[in-house]
Nanobody
Framework: QLQASGGGLVQAGGSLRLSCAAS????????MGWFRQAPGKEREFVVG????????NFADSVKGRFTISRDNAKNTVYLQMNNLKSEDTAVYYC?????????????????WGQGTLVTVSS
């Protein structure tokens, strides 16, 4: 199971740190992704990270504001979100890739967390 946490209500310009912890299976050899889904919109790619953290990819909308990291010893991936904007409001999901790489396509991810809600007030 994947447990995403750290969401909440924050003012525009603020920061949040999301965590995605895996239990019952290791994610240390898998790429990971964060996606988000705003009300009435499709789920979209936010950021991906490969198995060892040396390769990452960010959606243009979050570049320079979000960072991703992972601690394979803790079986956890983190998403640091800074300078949040109202358009970042969404449910954020973490997911495990089908292999060691990240992908922008949701279909490349086989395991999903339950999501954590991020609300940014303007």
């Amino acid at each position: 199971q994947l447990q995403a946490s750290g969401g909440g209500l924050v003012q525009a310009g603020g920061s949040l740190r999301l965590s995605c912890a895996a239990s019952e299976r290791t994610i240390s050899t898998y790429g990971m992704g964060w996606f988000r889904q705003a009300p009435g919109k499709e789920r979209e790619f936010v950021v991906g990270i490969n198995w060892n953290g040396r390769s990452t990819n960010f959606a243009d909308s979050v570049k320079g504001r979000f960072t991703i990291s992972r601690d394979n010893a803790k079986n956890t991936v983190y998403l640091q979100m800074n300078n949040l904007k109202s358009e970042d409001t969404a449910v954020y999901y973490c997911a495990v890739s089908r292999d060691s790489r990240w992908y922008q396509d949701t279909g490349a991810y086989g395991y999903w967390g339950q999501g954590t809600l991020v609300t940014v007030s303007s």
